[in-house]
C-alpha cells in the first residue's frame, strides 16, 4: 500500500477496502449533502497571511479545563467504529493515547465504555445521546463517571434521524440489512468482510446491552436506539444532567449565538459548534462561518470547540485563529481507521500534526494561545 501523505489518501484507501454500504455510512451527510460540501468549501475560503521571522519552535500543547492536552485536536464521538476494523474504538483510543490526543467514546461504541477505559490511559471523554427518558442518560453517566471519563459531551442535534440518502438507497439504519447486493459487495471487499463481518468481533452496540440484554440481536438493537430518540429534551433536561455530571460538561450541536447564551445559563462548561458533520439537517451553515459570532456572544473565556470539515492541519490554525479553543476530528481518524486499522489512524494524527506544525510557522504563531490574532481574511466566491 502507498504511504498516505494527507488525509485525502487515506479517505481513498478506505473507499476501496470498504463495501460501498460501510463507506457511504462513513463518508456521507444527509440529504442532498449540501452542508456536507460547506464544511469543507468554507475552509478553504478561508485566506491566513503568512508572517515571518518570529523564531522559538510551535509548542501545540492546550490548556482545558484545568488540563493539559498535547494537541489541541481531539478524536470526537462516532458511533459503529467497529464497522471499519475489528474492535475499532479500542484502536483510536490506543492510537490517540499515543499521540497525546484526547479520544471521545460514543455512546454506539461498538466496545463496552468500561473496556476502552480500562485499556486506555486517555484522555478519555464520553459522549451521551439524550436518548429515552430520564434512567437511560442516569444509568451512562453514572457508568462514565465510576471508569474515570474526564468530560461529558452532550449531543444535542440528533432528536431526530438526519435523512440520509446514502444509507437509505443502502437500506442501512444502524444494522446492514443482508440481501443480495450486501452480500455482492461483501464478497467484493474480502478483506472486510473476513476480518470484520465473520471475524470474531462483529460490531454491536454493546454499551446498550444493559438496557436490552446480552442477547440482543443487531435488529433488536437498531430497533431500541430508533425507539429511544426522544424530542422532548429540553433545557430542563439538560439541567438535570449538569446536576448529576460532576465534571465538565460539554454541548455539542450548537449552531448560533443565541443557543450558546442559553447552553452557558443551564451551567455546562463549554460548547461544541457542530452540524454533526453535515448529517442531521442539511442547509445548516458551515460550522467554521458562525464561529466567531458564536464566540462574540459569550464571556471572553468561555470555552468553544468546532468540528466539521477538518481534513488539514491548516484548517485547525484556521478554527484556532477564529477563537476556537480546539478542534475534534470526526471521518479524518476513521478514514485512517478504515484504510489501515491503528497504524492509519495514527498516520492521520501525525499528517495533521505535522501540517499543523508547518502552518503555525508560517503564520507566525508559536503556541496555540498565540494563533489568535493571526490575520484571517475570508474570502467568497
Ligand atoms: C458521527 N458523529 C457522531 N456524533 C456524536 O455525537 N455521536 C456519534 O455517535 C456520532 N457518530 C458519527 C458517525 C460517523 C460515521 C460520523 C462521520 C459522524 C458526528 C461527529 O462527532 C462529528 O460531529 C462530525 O463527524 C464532524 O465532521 P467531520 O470531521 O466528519 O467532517
Not at 434521524?161 to 446514502?166: V, Y
Not at 446491552?209 to 429534551?233: C, I, K, Y
Not at 480546539?326 to 481507521?337: D, I, Q, W
Request: proline content about 4%; overall charge neutral.
Amino acid at each position: 500500500m502507498t504511504t498516505a501523505i494527507n488525509i485525502e489518501d487515506l479517505r481513498e484507501q478506505a473507499r476501496r477496502r470498504l463495501p460501498r454500504v460501510v463507506f457511504d455510512y462513513l463518508d456521507g451527510g444527509a440529504e442532498a449533502e449540501v452542508t456536507l460540501r460547506r464544511n469543507r468549501s468554507s475552509f478553504t475560503d478561508i485566506v491566513l497571511t503568512p508572517r515571518i521571522l518570529k523564531g522559538g519552535s510551535v509548542d501545540l500543547t492546550l490548556e482545558l479545563f484545568g488540563e493539559t492536552y498535547s494537541k489541541p485536536f481531539f478524536i470526537g464521538p462516532t458511533g459503529l467504529n467497529g464497522l471499519y476494523w475489528p474492535q475499532g474504538d479500542l484502536h483510536l483510543a490506543a492510537a490517540a493515547e499515543r499521540s497525546g490526543v484526547g479520544f471521545t467514546v460514543s455512546t454506539a461504541s461498538n466496545t463496552t465504555l468500561e473496556e476502552i477505559a480500562g485499556k486506555s490511559k486517555g484522555p478519555l471523554w464520553f459522549q451521551l445521546y439524550p436518548w429515552g427518558q430520564g434512567a437511560f442518560a442516569e444509568a451512562l453517566i453514572d457508568r462514565a463517571q465510576a471508569s474515570g471519563y474526564s468530560a461529558l459531551v452532550l449531543t444535542v442535534d440528533s432528536l431526530v434521524g438526519g435523512k440520509r440518502e446514502r444509507d437509505l438507497r443502502h437500506g442501512f439504519a444502524h444494522e446492514i440489512r443482508i440481501g443480495p447486493r450486501t452480500v455482492l459487495d461483501g464478497l467484493l471487499h474480502p478483506a472486510w468482510l473476513s476480518s470484520v463481518w465473520l471475524g470474531p468481533h462483529r460490531p454491536r452496540l454493546e454499551n446498550l446491552l444493559d438496557f436490552v440484554g446480552n442477547s440482543a440481536s443487531d435488529s433488536e438493537l437498531a430497533e431500541f436506539t430508533r425507539s429511544q430518540r426522544n424530542p422532548e429534551f429540553s433545557w430542563d433536561d439538560v439541567r438535570r444532567i449538569r446536576e448529576k455530571w460532576k465534571g465538565p460538561l460539554l454541548i455539542k450541536g450548537i449552531m448560533c449565538p443565541e443557543d450558546a447564551i442559553d447552553a452557558q445559563r443551564a451551567g455546562v462548561d463549554g460548547v461544541i459548534v457542530s452540524n454533526h458533520g453535515g448529517r442531521q439537517l442539511d442547509g445548516a451553515p458551515a460550522t467554521i462561518d458562525v464561529l466567531a459570532d458564536i464566540i462574540a456572544a459569550l464571556d471572553r473565556k468561555f470555552p468553544v470547540l468546532l468540528d466539521g470539515g477538518i481534513r488539514r492541519g491548516s484548517d485547525i490554525v484556521k478554527a484556532l485563529t477564529l477563537g476556537a479553543k480546539g478542534v475534534l476530528l470526526g471521518r479524518a481518524p476513521l478514514y485512517g481507521l478504515a484504510a489501515q486499522g491503528e497504524a492509519g489512524v495514527s498516520r492521520a494524527l501525525s499528517i495533521l500534526e505535522d501540517e499543523m506544525t508547518r502552518t503555525m510557522t508560517f503564520v507566525g504563531a508559536r503556541s496555540v494561545s498565540a494563533v489568535s490574532g493571526v490575520n484571517v481574511e475570508t474570502r467568497r466566491s
